[in-house]
């Protein structure tokens, strides 16, 4: 009975693992046989705090009100505000509208879900950047769509190349979908890129899809910026916006999509369909939250601080580290075998023998070349304990001997 977009009859009897799977059983394997060793966990890509005490005090206050147990839909009006005067004070985006430019979602995932319900039919294409978050991709797939894969790679500074898409395939392009900052690269878009992606969406009449989950977590001094700064975003694309790492409210579900009007209504036509809106309590909290720019602030700082010692620590071990434009991860080439003479094919072989060897574990890419992603998001008390961690990660790399 089930469908072929899951497998069809063959469902449920493929013996392939999933990456994020494969790393977990090996980390409970190593911690059976190496019992009260320490996991050095810089895999998770989810904040390690809580969120703030602002912020969870508003949604146990709002959770205890009558007027908030409905459905909400499409969403609160005043959270939709709240996101409009968050977009003009962290990115300098005046004047959008908060009834036709912005809808709210139960996460940015759900929203990336169903965008392409809204646009895909069989034979469109939607372009994604590889490695990346393949969920636009899936269902662009369920609902009869292609694929097409855009590599980041170091040379190009981890931007993808649009002047390498065939015609064929831009032609028949529906949607482009970009995240930057960027997981797991790290990288940060410029308004020069997002210029060139303006003029390829007008000429291919494609729409832009720009997941910035982590669009004010930037580092160095940097500014965060919006793809909707950029002159002619708005006629061709939208953002989406989550609370769940600036504000470490990953498990409480709550984004924004923001910017052209058509694609708000196409979005809000299918979330119609699809849920009931979240808890107006969640949304009243997230109000908060994006009143309150200062706590993402705070947990840059301490990302960065943290990244700025990841950075030295794996260098000693013989990575090529550097600090990324933004986000909480390392992207760094793997090790293609140890002093030993132990030998890795691919980037995952090496985050398994660390896992298993040694007890720390990162994220493989083997997407577009042999690289690990290392997250600043591993549990620590305070700055003391970064460095006790930190310290155990630098020793048990320097034991092995990796090679490059």
């Known amino acids: 009975l089930f469908a072929e977009r899951i497998g069809g009859v063959e469902f449920g009897k493929s013996d392939a693992i999933y990456k994020f799977e494969k790393i977990k059983r090996a980390k409970r394997a190593a911690m059976r046989e190496n019992p009260g060793v320490e996991m050095i966990d810089m895999g998770i890509g989810e904040p390690d705090e809580m969120a703030d005490a602002l912020i969870v005090d508003e949604l146990s206050a709002q959770a205890a009100k009558p007027e908030n147990r409905g459905y909400t839909d499409n969403g609160l009006m005043e959270f939709r505000e709240a996101s409009a005067k968050y977009m003009d004070r962290v990115f300098g985006i005046k004047g959008l509208d908060p009834v036709t430019q912005i809808n709210h979602s139960i996460g940015s995932k759900p929203a990336l879900a169903m965008i392409p319900l809204a646009f895909i039919n069989p034979g469109d294409v939607t372009i994604m950047t590889i490695p990346g978050y393949p969920v636009m991709g899936t269902h662009t797939v369920y609902n009869g769509g292609e694929v097409y894969n855009l590599p980041l790679t170091r040379e190009n500074g981890f931007l993808p190349d649009l002047d390498s898409i065939p015609d064929e395939i831009a032609s028949r392009a529906k949607l482009l979908y970009l995240n930057y900052p960027n997981n797991p690269t790290g990288a940060t878009a410029s308004a020069t890129f ?105 947990t840059a700082v301490k990302y960065e ?97 990796l090679e490059f």
């Open 305 to 401: 601080r943290r990244l700025k010692m990841m950075v030295e620590t794996l260098k000693k071990a013989g990575f090529d580290a550097k600090i990324p434009g933004g986000t909480f991860y390392l992207y760094v080439p793997a090790p293609t075998g140890t002093k030993s003479g132990k030998r890795f094919n691919t980037a995952e072989e090496s985050s398994q023998f660390l896992i298993r060897e040694k007890l720390v574990s990162t994220v493989p890419e083997d997407a577009a070349g042999a690289f690990l992603r290392f997250s600043a998001t591993f549990e620590a008390r305070d700055e003391q304990d970064e460095k006790r961690v930190l310290g155990i990660l630098g020793k048990r790399l320097e034991e092995i001997g």
């Open 194 to 298: 997002y210029g060139k992606v303006v003029a390829f969406a007008k000429k291919q009449s494609a729409a832009v899809i720009q997941d910035a989950a982590y669009g004010a977590l930037v580092h160095d001094g940097g500014k965060p910026l919006s793809f909707l700064s950029v002159d002619g975003a708005v006629d061709v694309g939208v953002e989406i916006h989550s609370l769940s790492k600036a504000y470490n409210m990953t498990g409480w579900r709550l984004a924004f999509v923001a910017g052209n009007p058509l694609i708000i209504a196409g979005f809000a036509h299918v979330k119609d369909n699809c849920d009931s809106g979240q808890f107006a309590a969640i949304q009243k909290a997230g109000i908060v939250a994006l009143e309150n720019p200062a706590i993402t602030g705070q």
